[in-house]
């Protein structure tokens, strides 16, 4: 059970508890492109049953990028209701609660590029201008890290409709 990703779902609802790395660098943020959808996201994944927050995030971003990054402190905890759009999720309507860690990323930070998906969907990483008009998410990144508070923000979404 240790291993288990921290989901529960049933045909038209899924809780997934996430990690979320924010990794900057001059200037810019690091974030994962869909390559088949051009959907933007932050790194992360699912925390797994047993494991704290920052050990998940220390090992998401790991597996993420090949690079070990210590998680510096928390920044956000996002609740976050949409409906599913993806083939594992598609019409559901989830619930997710991510906490979003702010990394220590050393001067010479460099990272590959390539990975895969749970949906076997081909993903690149990339360096987005938080700025940009892309779309990209979370949304809330295009403000809050223009100036980011040493206090934990609680941050709410609902997408639902």
């Known amino acids: 059970m240790k291993n288990m990703d921290l989901t529960i779902a049933d045909s ?33 994944g699912r925390l797994k049953f047993g494991e704290d927050a920052r ?13 070990k990054l210590e998680a510096d402190r928390l920044g956000f905890i996002h609740e976050n209701f949409f409906t599913g759009s993806t083939p594992s999720k598609m019409g559901c309507e989830v619930y997710e609660i991510t906490f979003y860690f702010y990394m ?19 993903e690149t990483l990339v360096w987005l201008d938080w700025h940009s008009d892309e779309r990209y998410y979370p949304q809330f990144f295009r403000t ?3 100036n980011p508070s040493q206090e934990v923000k609680h941050i709410l979404t609902d997408d639902r409709y």
């Open 12 to 44: 038209k609802h899924i809780l997934n508890i996430r990690v979320a790395g924010i990794i900057i660098k001059d200037g810019r943020v690091l974030m994962v492109k869909n390559l088949r959808s051009d959907y933007i996201y932050s790194l992360g």
């Open 55 to 67: 050990t998940g995030v220390e090992r998401e971003i790991y597996e993420e990028t090949g690079i």
């Open 104 to 122: 220590k990323v050393p001067a010479d930070f460099a990272v590959e590029t390539g990975a895969q998906t749970a949906d076997d969907d081909r």
């Open 144 to 146: 809050e890290l223009d």
